[in-house]
């Protein structure tokens, strides 16, 4: 049994409003929010997790990668320096377009770096953003859905 939180009228455990008074007794959600106040508010955390976990690989990487640049290659300096903003617009910003060009340009210096030293070296860099990439996709559409008022909650939706 609950209460009417704005006449005080007796009613029944899964009353959306209230039959006396009409008054909503679920909070309004507001919809009208940005991505990444949807991703600190309603997003389903599995994925908000997954994108925070490849963040973390990608500055490991980061760190390796600045590592070598100053031991061996210092024009290596400019990956860590494209790679680590794109990491940070993609991770603190929570921006896809970011994960994107992570991803992109990580294949890109990968084969480079195959072509120019034999080695196969960045493969974490594409794990890390490939995985970055799948999880924002996922999450775009769960916003959409959500601004599209579909669903309330991500967990409730099959992805
Ligand atoms: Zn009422």
């Known amino acids: 049994m609950k209460f009417c939180t704005t006449c005080g009228a007796q009613l029944p455990d899964d009353a959306t409003y209230c039959t006396s008074c009409g008054a909503s007794l ?18 389903e955390p599995t994925l908000v997790k997954n994108i925070k976990s490849s963040a973390i690989v990608c500055y490991v990487c980061l760190a390796i990668s600045l590592i070598f640049a100053i031991l061996y290659n210092y024009l290596g300096l400019i990956d ?27 294949i890109l210096s990968t084969l480079i770096a195959l072509v120019s030293t034999g080695q196969f070296s960045g493969w974490l860099w594409i794990v890390a953003s490939g995985w970055a990439v799948t999880s ?16 309330t909650n991500a967990a409730d939706m099959t992805l």
Do not use: D
């Open 136 to 151: 924002f996709s996922k999450l775009t559409k769960a916003y959409k859905a959500f601004q599209a008022g579909e669903a």
């Open 80 to 106: 860590v320096v494209v790679l680590g903003g794109l990491t940070l617009g993609m991770h603190l910003g929570k921006s896809k377009a970011c994960a994107i060009a992570l991803l992109v340009c990580s």
């Open 26 to 43: 679920a909070a309004p959600v507001n919809r009208n929010i940005s991505f990444k106040e949807y991703i600190g508010t309603y997003a």
